[in-house]
């Protein structure tokens, strides 16, 4: 079974950095792309940041500049690295890997910025 856990959430000051990471378990088969999403209060479920298959990079306009994905196939493991962090960027960030044939998520990781 394919398992993705996040872990490094927690609470931050405003200003802050975070790095959240999460790992990959199981097989599958072809992965299209890896990324981050996060659902803040009241809000809908919204992307964050992508990785694709062969390198490009992908982020949403409000954390452009600020938060940066990465990925170390050797470990099975993709990052995101938070950096000037905004009360505004408090929510429950998820992991998702998009294959050919299905959709796969991690349970989440809360992260908090304190202003």
């Known amino acids: 079974q394919v398992q993705l856990v996040e872990s490094g959430g927690g609470l931050v000051q405003a200003g802050g950095s975070l790095s959240l990471s999460c790992a990959v378990s199981g097989t599958m088969f072809s992965i299209r792309a890896l990324g981050w999403y996060r659902r803040a209060p009241g809000k809908q479920r919204e992307l964050v940041a992508t990785?694709?298959?062969?390198?490009?990079?992908n982020y949403a306009d409000s954390v452009k500049g600020r938060f940066t994905i990465s990925r170390d196939n050797a470990k099975n493991t993709v990052f995101l690295q938070m950096n000037s962090l905004k009360p505004e960027d408090t929510a429950v960030y998820y992991c998702n890997i998009q294959s050919p044939y299905a959709a796969y998520w991690g349970r989440g990781t809360q992260v908090t910025v304190s202003s």
């Open positions: 990785i694709i298959t062969g390198g490009p990079t």
